[in-house]
């Protein structure tokens, strides 16, 4: 069987919570479909600010009539093993501490994209 995995890259949090939201449910649903499915999420520039507890939590946006809450996305993504590395370059900028990281969360370096793509890791992206 064909190994199935994908790599988000979400430079952006309040900025483009439109975005935000929906790459975090489009990885949900994966998951929901196929729970092999391998998902690494790369956080860079804003959006390593994902990555700092509690911080999604005040992040809510209106979707097809529901509120979405990141924080309640983020709070799901260990139990679908979704893999969230931070940028730590872009940690100081955004005042992100190792400390404050969510649970499952690892600090690499920029080189990692690479690394994860070398190891066939497909990259999603979606313009908005």
């Known amino acids: 069987m064909e190994s199935k995995k994908f790599l988000f890259v979400l430079s952006h949090a309040k900025s483009n919570l439109k975005e935000v939201i929906v790459m975090l449910k ?18 860079v520039g804003e959006g390593v600010e994902l990555a700092k507890k509690g911080v999604g939590k005040s992040m809510t946006m209106e979707l097809e009539g529901n509120q979405v809450n990141v924080g309640e996305l983020l709070d799901m ?35 990692y994209l690479g690394e994860l793509l070398l190891a066939g890791y497909v990259p999603f992206n979606m313009a908005m």
Not at 26 to 43: G, H, P, R, T, Y
Not at 84 to 94: I, R, S
Request: hydrophobic share 50%.
């Open 26 to 43: 489009i990885i949900s649903n994966m998951k929901a479909f196929d729970d092999e499915a391998e998902i690494a999420v790369f956080l």
């Open 77 to 111: 993504m260990p139990e679908f093993n979704v893999k969230f590395y931070v940028c730590h370059a872009f940690m100081p900028l955004h005042n992100v501490l190792k400390e404050d990281l969510i649970e499952g969360a690892e600090m690499k370096g920029s080189s």
